[in-house]
């Protein structure tokens, strides 16, 4: 069983700074990509951020120059720096991860439950 788990979310004022945090845990062999995703209220699920197992990292053009996304392969925990935090980002922020089991098992997608950021104006 493999589980994704978000933290570090809560309400801010505009300008100020979070830091969310991914973890993965259970049986895991390899994990490849990792994302951040996000759904405000009656919007559609978005991209915010990718970083492969080498830490390259893409950012979705809204966020760049404000957040910044770093990994730690040892603990399977991703981390999602946001700063300069604007009311547009409020949303719950979702992690994903490409995650195989097994050597030689092909990668699965899997989410995490979602955590509440809110930036008030």
């Known amino acids: 069983q493999v589980q994704l788990v978000e933290s570090g979310g809560g309400l801010v004022q505009a300008g100020g700074s979070l830091r969310l945090s991914c973890a993965a845990s259970g049986s895991i062999f390899w994990i490849n990509m990792m994302g951040w995703y996000r759904q405000a209220p009656g919007k559609q699920r978005e991209l915010v951020a990718t970083?492969?197992?080498?830490?390259?990292?893409n950012f979705v053009t809204s966020v760049t120059d404000r957040f910044t996304f770093s990994r730690d392969n040892a603990k399977n925990t991703v981390y999602l720096q946001m700063n300069s935090l604007k009311p547009e980002d409020t949303a719950v922020y979702y992690c994903?991860?490409?995650?195989?089991?097994?050597?030689?098992?092909?990668?699965?997608?899997?989410w995490g439950q979602g955590t509440q950021v809110t930036v008030s104006a």
């Open positions: 970083i492969t197992r080498g830490g390259r990292t």
């Open positions: 994903n991860a490409e995650i195989s089991v097994r050597l030689g098992a092909s990668p699965t997608l899997y």
